[in-house]
């Protein structure tokens, strides 16, 4: 979207040897040749490692930011930090600032103090620039990046900047939770007579602040721990689990959580002000488009579908282009635009039909927007459409009452793969706020019905009497579960999609011949997409003397590896479980003649509210059916409830290893004399 500056505060200090290459260095950007360290640095330089930074790759040791704003609101931001780096892995350590067309930088040097207390400084060769990639044809926004010399293991790096911020720049994101542990920390504001400010913190508890001078305030954290995810699996997004706080100065600084909010979505509608007028040419294409519609449902689907399939996401974002979209008429003359752009011409093109729509601003890691920090940061758009009174079309499923009392519709555009009415999994459950100066609020984005997803596999198979196993699939692929699909179908040529197929396959059938899969319905996206497998395994069973032993599960598996869980360590963050949907499957394998089910596992069915798991197998004449459904009924649960995601967990993977006993039947012998006998006896009666 390019509200990407949530992170400009982390850019001293999480830059890795992974920026080295970048760009090309430009001089001037580290002051004179023999700049002498700061007083500051030095004083920073003294502090001791302390012992809660053991096994840290690296300490902050000092962290200072002084944003000086101006009676028109404009801040100069200075930063002050001084990093010592613990482990080789951060040998490389770098600094960085960001900035824009509307900003300047008006200093950034950089020192390293050694082990053995050598002072080195930052040339103009060891600078930088950093810009973007990706989809992007115009990203104005740029990083400097330095990597002073001599920053090895023991060293302290010490950098400081100073910038002229944009004049639209009037929120100060501090990060105080890093991936690295912090001893000292403090944040100024310096504000003209008058202006107020207004904070808010996510994940930490509130700092009252001290004021220094009239109406220049001051806030101090010490020993903060790092936060490290490297060994935490199914977790939130970084982002969504740092603690931070937020600081307003502008039109957004004003009292109360609800009126911030409301101040914040005032804020969003103004940039959009006439940006989703409908042009004549707009206009046109949406008559031609919903003519002949029956119903609400298929007029919103085939304007939806041409904005998803018709403008091609593409960055073109100058200074607060940024946080404002280009007009309607102008994205939909030249076919393309980021994320707010999309929404912008879905809007008019909307409006056009007589459909009233609003922007949602969001962010893609859930969490990250909290309700009780107001902010404008976020790194994504998309739309939220109302829905008339009494529309309850079963396909639309992505909707939220708000507190006027309309029910909206919550759309991304930008998502090519999943039809309106749906969303993707990063998007349920988090939080947005509505750009409509009217109805402006926080709202939350709904988590979806299992049954709005999932997949229905069902399979026929042949099992040979030495073991190998031969059969075909249909797996049918509904909601985002096949938008997923849709993806990887896209984003690969014939080759590499056979070659993910068999991947996948061959990860649950040894002596795999894989022979051919064909989909269907790929461009329908609201409708369930189906791929046809085929394909045999020459040593599915196995066998144990007489009896073979089978698996029932012949595919897949609904395990969702969180190796620290299942060993019982505290977690302290919530569990990711993905999105709410249904998987079932269905399987049938014809028994080699003469075999039959001696012995099939036991049922399993846990239910543990967040998730149900149940499989049965039975015998049902020559043949081992099998039957499992697996419902994900939220997106996360908390980090309390732990014990009861081990349960079901164990259950699963348990139920899915257990084997089949079959037995041959016992083959007929001779006749005995006795039977013989009787038998010519009746013969001559």
């Known amino acids: 979207m390019g509200m990407r500056r949530e992170f400009r505060a982390l850019g001293l200090r999480l830059l890795a040897a992974a920026v080295l290459l970048l760009g090309a260095s430009r001089p001037g950007w580290g002051g004179l040749k023999h700049d002498p360290v700061p007083q500051w640095g030095l004083e920073a330089a003294k502090t001791p490692t302390p012992a809660s930074a053991k096994g840290a790759p690296a300490v902050l040791l000092f962290s200072e930011y002084l944003e000086t704003v101006d009676a028109q609101g404009r801040a100069v931001e200075r930063t002050r930090e001084a990093i010592r780096i613990l482990a080789p892995q951060r040998r490389h350590e770098g600094c960085a600032v960001s900035y824009d067309v509307d900003e300047k930088i008006d200093y950034f040097r950089a020192w390293t103090i050694t082990a053995d207390e050598k002072h080195l400084q930052a040339q103009e060769s060891d600078f930088v620039e950093q810009g973007e990639g990706g989809d992007v044809l115009l990203f104005t926004e740029k990083t400097r990046v330095v990597h002073p010399p001599g920053t090895d293991v023991g060293a302290t790096v010490i950098c400081e900047s100073e910038e002229l911020l944009a004049p639209y720049q009037q929120e100060k994101l501090w990060w105080i939770q890093q991936q690295i542990p912090a001893v000292f920390q403090a944040l100024e504001i310096d504000l003209p007579a008058g202006r107020a400010h207004a904070e808010s913190w996510h994940r930490a508890q509130p700092v009252k602040p001290v004021e220094v001078a009239p109406n220049h305030w001051r806030w101090e954290i010490r020993n903060m721990p ?86 091609r996401y593409f960055v073109v974002e100058r200074g607060i282009g940024g946080w404002q979209p280009h007009y309607a008429a102008d994205i939909f003359r030249s076919r393309y635009g980021d994320c707010k752009d999309k929404t912008t011409l879905l809007i008019a093109m909307l409006g056009a039909a007589g459909i009233r729509a609003h922007s949602l601003s969001v962010d893609h890691r859930r969490g990250f927007v909290d309700p009780a920090a107001p902010s404008r940061y976020g790194d994504h758009m998309i739309t939220a459409v109302e829905l008339p009174e009494g529309e309850n079309d079963p396909r639309l499923q992505a909707r939220v009452r708000v507190s006027n009392g309309k029910t909206l519709l919550i759309f991304d555009p930008t998502d090519e793969a999943t039809p309106v009415g749906l969303l993707r999994q990063e998007l349920q459950g988090g939080w947005g706020y509505l750009g409509s100066e009217e109805d402006g609020q926080i709202l939350q984005i709904p988590v979806l019905p299992p049954d709005s997803s999932g997949v229905t596999r069902k399979g026929v198979f042949t099992l040979a009497a030495d073991g ?80 073979l032993l089978v698996r029932p599960r012949v595919l897949g598996s609904y395990v969702l590896s969180v190796p620290e869980v299942m060993e019982g360590k505290e977690r302290l963050y919530p569990i990711e479980l993905g999105h709410p949907g249904r998987w079932r499957d269905s399987f049938d394998i014809a028994l080699p003649e003469g075999y039959a089910v001696d012995e099939a596992p036991d049922p399993v069915d846990v239910d543990m509210g967040f998730a149900r798991y149940h499989a049965v197998a039975t015998a049902q004449a020559g043949t081992l059916h099998y039957e499992c459904e697996y419902v994900v009924r939220q997106v ?50």
Not at 300 to 306: A, E, F, N, S
């Open 468 to 547: 190998a196993l031969a059969g075909d699939v249909t797996e049918s692929y509904l909601g985002i579960d096949g938008g997923s699909e849709r993806l990887f179908i896209r984003r690969h040529d014939a080759k590499e999609i056979r070659e993910g197929i068999e991947r996948r396959l061959g990860s649950s059938l040894a002596g795999l011949t894989f022979k051919g899969y064909e989909f269907h319905r790929e461009a329908e996206l609201d409708q369930p997409l189906e791929l046809e497998l085929h394909f045999s395994a020459s040593s599915y069973a196995r066998s144990a003397g007489s009896l």
């Open 226 to 311: 790092e936060l490290d995810l490297e060994n935490q699996h199914a977790t939130p997004y970084w982002a969504a689990l740092a603690a931070r706080m937020s600081v307003h100065w502008g039109d957004t600084a004003v009292g109360g959580t609800e009126n911030q909010w409301r101040a914040i979505c005032r804020w969003q509608q103004q940039l959009e002000s006439q940006r989703h007028d409908a042009s004549p040419e707009i206009t046109a294409k949406v008559q031609e488009l919903v003519a002949g519609s029956p119903d609400f449902y298929s007029k919103l689907k085939r304007i939806t579908d041409y904005v998803q399939k018709n403008i």
């Open 636 to 685: 996360e649960i908390p980090a309390e409830r732990a014990a009861d995601f081990r349960r079901l967990e164990n259950a699963i993977l348990s139920a899915e290893k257990r084997a089949a006993v079959l037995k041959q039947a016992t083959a007929p012998g001779p006749p005995t004399v006795s039977e013989l006998t009787a038998t010519d006896y009746r013969k001559t009666e």
